[in-house]
């Protein structure tokens, strides 16, 4: 089994100043996608299960699918329990196989937060898991943004914690209206204080060069979800308005799709060619 532990893989990363990329996967074609993608990089990747996404899958179908998919890969992955609510969802990521969770109360109070970061923790590092956690808020497009600040990042990992912190300096979650403003001295203090690796959420619509500099700036790791998902349901809009031949013929080159666009993020990234590094480095 090619599963290697997520926070070697991210410390990797964060030492080296490179990203992983973490995909939501909500189902076999991207699975398929995503790996195919980071065999031909030989790049490390992370699969995602995403708790707002199960209204779409069933949980213990897909993880199955994602752990299968792990046991024959040719480059080191982690399978990433993403978006939890607290403690119940991150005791079903581990149950199905997840060996890192993330755990987002950012929309509460500062304290709450605290509170419930704390508890997944204390139950995740029982058993060996590292834990992420989100502090301000990355919002959804059109909801008001809450920036990180150094001080209560500072904080909130010593009193959490937590392995992994996901920021928010500027990024949305989904589709971006409009030029994203990013805060790259933020990042940087907030990066000089802590010394762990951070999280991106919210990369879709950003450029190259902005991609580079997030991670010069301690970013090890970079939710993508939109950016695929976009891509694969332009093309079948596409072939829905072509001829009727079929259910099938819908999905005509979605799989090459969704490939093409996660092994161009790779390569920005800079993932591509790190999996035999990754393997060396990680139990």
């Known amino acids: 089994m090619a599963l290697v532990k997520m926070q070697d893989m991210l410390h990797h990363a964060y030492n080296n100043k490179y ?31 995403s708790e707002p996404h199960t209204d779409y899958f069933d949980l213990a179908l897909l993880a199955n699918a994602v752990e299968a998919a792990s046991r024959r890969s040719e480059v080191p992955v982690a399978i990433h329990y993403d978006h939890g609510s607290g403690i119940e969802g991150a005791v079903r990521g581990i149950n199905y196989g997840c060996n890192g969770v993330m755990v987002d109360a950012s929309h509460r109070s500062l304290e709450e937060n605290i509170t419930i970061t704390k508890e997944v923790v204390a139950m995740a590092h029982t058993c060996g898991i590292p834990v992420e956690a989100e502090l301000g808020y990355v919002p959804d497009s059109g909801d008001e943004l809450v920036f990180t600040t150094v001080d209560e990042a500072r904080g909130f990992v010593r009193l959490t914690g937590v392995d992994f912190l996901a920021v928010s300096i500027g990024t949305v979650h989904g589709r971006f209206s409009g030029k994203p403003q990013l805060d790259y001295p933020r990042l940087r203090h907030i990066n000089e204080a802590l010394q762990i690796p951070l999280v991106l959420h919210g990369s879709s619509g950003l450029n190259e060069d902005q991609l580079r500099r997030l991670i010069a700036n301690g970013i090890a790791k970079v939710n993508a979800f939109t950016s695929i998902t976009d891509r694969a349901a332009k093309l079948l809009r596409k072939n829905a308005r072509a001829k ?33 590094e990754v393997f060396e480095q990680c139990d």
């Open 19 to 49: 990203a992983v990329g973490s995909f939501d996967i909500v189902n076999l074609d991207q699975l398929q996608s995503i790996m195919n993608a980071a065999e031909a990089c030989r790049a490390p990747v992370i699969l995602g299960l």
């Open 244 to 276: 009727d031949e079929g259910y099938l013929k819908l999905f005509t080159d979605v799989r090459a799709e969704m490939e093409e666009e996660a092994t161009r993020l790779m390569r920005i990234w800079g993932c591509a060619g790190r999996a035999a």
